[in-house]
């Protein structure tokens, strides 16, 4: 299994008016200001019937797997350093690991 996987996308589309003419134009955003100042990445993982995890970060993408949660903790970092290379690192990242359940009433 590959160490860490990051797909990202650091640019919104903005669409500017000209002398009547509209043009469409990618503009960088900052991950930083749109977050309401808060300087934290929240990460949702799941466990797969394998049992191993997937991350997925709710206002980035950012996307992550691992065999053990361990390895997750580790991925998840070396992704977001991947992720903000060139810009300041958020100061915490919060993994919420999310359970699915199903009882069967006897």
């Not at 860490?4 to 640019?11: C, E, G, L, Q």
């Not at 955003?29 to 991350?55: C, H, K, R, W």
Request: aromatic share 8%; with cysteine; charged share 25%.
């Amino acid at each position: 299994m590959p160490v860490s996987h990051v797909i990202a996308v650091k640019t919104m589309p903005v669409i500017k008016v000209k002398k009547g003419a509209l043009k469409l134009v990618l503009v960088p955003m900052n991950p930083m200001y749109y977050s309401n100042g808060m300087n934290e990445l929240i990460f949702e993982v799941t466990q797969e019937s394998d049992g191993g995890f997937v991350a997925e970060c709710l206002t980035e993408s950012i996307f992550t797997q691992a065999d053990t949660w361990d390895e997750m903790r580790r991925n998840v970092k070396e992704a977001v350093e991947a992720y903000f290379f060139d810009q300041p690192r958020p100061a915490v990242i919060r993994l919420h690991l999310m359970r699915d359940e199903v009882l069967v009433p006897a």
